[in-house]
């Protein structure tokens, strides 16, 4: 199996006239020539302009559409999360009802009130 050259002289070597193309495309120009300037007449600037109208408004409606169901499916999702919360916590408290009051602070208050005691 012959060695491959380094990239770098690979790519030099293939020169300006073998430049890659889009997905098999030719190209149609050779070096240095320029499409000649055609004018565009008012009437296909209005149209132009005309469809640009358009198509703003249209994109800013389609925002607007999008901006409320997404408001809509995080309020939604909102509210599912608060609801699983709060059944985590009465499931909690039915589970644990005596954990709670075991707290430090209630602990502190029993020994307290033992000492208070004579």
Same mark, same amino acid.
């Given at each position: 199996?012959?060695? @491959?050259?380094?990239? $770098?002289?690979?790519?030099?070597? =293939? !020169?300006?006239?073998?430049?890659?193309?889009?997905? !098999?495309?030719?190209?149609?120009?050779?070096? !240095?020539?320029?499409?000649?300037?055609?004018? +565009? %007449?008012?009437?296909? =600037? &209005?149209? #132009?302009?005309?469809? @640009?109208?358009? &198509?703003? *408004?249209?994109?800013? +409606?389609? $925002?607007?559409?999008?901006?409320?169901?997404?408001?809509?499916?995080?309020?939604?999702?909102?509210? *599912?999360?608060?609801?699983?919360?709060? *059944?985590?916590?009465?499931?909690? #408290?039915?589970?644990?009802?005596?954990?709670? $009051?075991? %707290?430090?602070?209630?602990?502190? !208050?029993?020994?307290?009130? @033992?000492?208070?005691?004579?």
């Amino acid at each position: 199996m012959p060695e @491959r050259k380094p990239r $770098h002289q690979r790519v030099a070597a =293939r !020169g300006k006239d073998q430049r890659k193309t889009r997905q !098999g495309e030719a190209m149609t120009k050779t070096p !240095g020539e320029v499409e000649p300037f055609i004018p +565009i %007449t008012k009437a296909v =600037r &209005d149209a #132009r302009k005309a469809f @640009r109208q358009v &198509d703003a *408004e249209k994109a800013v +409606i389609e $925002h607007e559409i999008a901006q409320k169901a997404f408001s809509a499916n995080r309020e939604q999702l909102k509210v *599912e999360r608060l609801a699983r919360e709060v *059944e985590l916590k009465a499931k909690r #408290r039915m589970i644990d009802p005596c954990k709670r $009051h075991l %707290t430090p602070s209630f602990m502190r !208050g029993i020994s307290l009130f @033992r000492k208070m005691e004579p």
